[in-house]
């Protein structure tokens, strides 16, 4: 058995970047909210303040830019800890259904996206737990977790006759899309914590295992960073 990566640091970047993008996705939502008032008030008055106007046209594209680019950074932090995650697995010396580089790719591979990432995280958070303890904990909270990650990632527009209905109704999908988002957000913060918990456990078991034995070096006990 040879010991697995210390995970903790991908775990706190993980929770980092998500409660960031917590934050813009309420500005996302705050934006549409602005939109969505405007779009009433042209439909019912016929006017608009200008000022309104022009704070929303300037920060609009801003708030846009900002979920876009912390969008990519959590997608790219978190799947570094899940893929580290799903490697430590096999380095403990469990099997694993799929590579650790499948764990990473199968979330931008179409269909294989909709199930392999859910399965690899209920892999991850059981077999983590089975190293140290059989009181497993369910993983109910992953299937509500995967629903509202789908739900909220979901794009779609509806046309209608009319641009301000058009508008108005899509508006209302972004800010309904932004709602779910959040506790999306909320539950994947707790899974990230629990796993990494999992992992503080299983390092434990793992030294405890160890004491009196002569760990050997190995090209793998020596990969730090790759995985």
């Known amino acids: 058995?040879?010991?697995?990566?210390?995970?903790?640091?991908?775990?706190?970047?993980?929770?980092?970047f998500f409660w960031v993008y917590s934050v813009v996705i309420l500005a996302f939502i705050g934006t549409k909210c602005v939109l969505l008032w405007e779009v009433n008030?042209?439909?019912?008055?016929?006017?608009?303040?200008?000022?309104?106007?022009?704070?929303?046209?300037?920060?609009?594209?801003?708030?846009?830019l900002s979920t876009f680019a912390i969008f990519i950074a959590v997608i790219i932090v978190f799947i570094q800890w899940f893929r580290r995650a799903y490697h430590n697995l096999q380095r403990g010396g469990n099997y694993i259904e799929n590579s650790e580089g499948a764990a990473a790719w199968y979330?931008?591979?179409?269909?294989?996206?909709?199930?392999?990432?859910?399965?690899?995280?209920?892999?991850?958070?059981?077999?983590?737990?089975?190293?140290y303890t059989s009181d497993l904990k369910s993983h109910g909270i992953l299937r509500v977790w995967w629903i509202l990650f789908l739900l909220s990632n979901f794009r779609f527009e509806i046309n209608v006759s009319g641009k301000s209905e058009s508008l108005m109704r899509n508006t209302i999908i972004d800010i309904s899309r932004g709602i779910i988002t959040i506790p999306a957000?909320?539950?994947a913060i707790y899974v990230?914590?629990?796993?990494?918990?999992?992992?503080?456990?299983?390092?434990?078991?793992q030294k405890i295992e160890s004491l009196g034995t002569i760990v050997p070096v190995t090209e793998d006990n020596q990969e730090e960073e790759f995985y």
């Open 192 to 205: 990230v914590k629990q796993v990494a918990s999992f992992e503080e456990q299983y390092m434990q078991q």
């Open 107 to 131: 979330w931008f591979i179409p269909i294989l996206n909709f199930s392999r990432p859910y399965k690899i995280m209920k892999e991850i958070w059981y077999e983590t737990q089975g190293t």
């Open 185 to 187: 957000i909320l539950i």
């Open 1 to 16: 058995m040879i010991p697995i990566l210390d995970n903790s640091d991908r775990a706190r970047h993980a929770v980092l």
């Open 41 to 64: 008030e042209l439909q019912t008055r016929g006017n608009v303040s200008d000022t309104l106007t022009n704070v929303y046209n300037w920060i609009s594209p801003l708030v846009s």
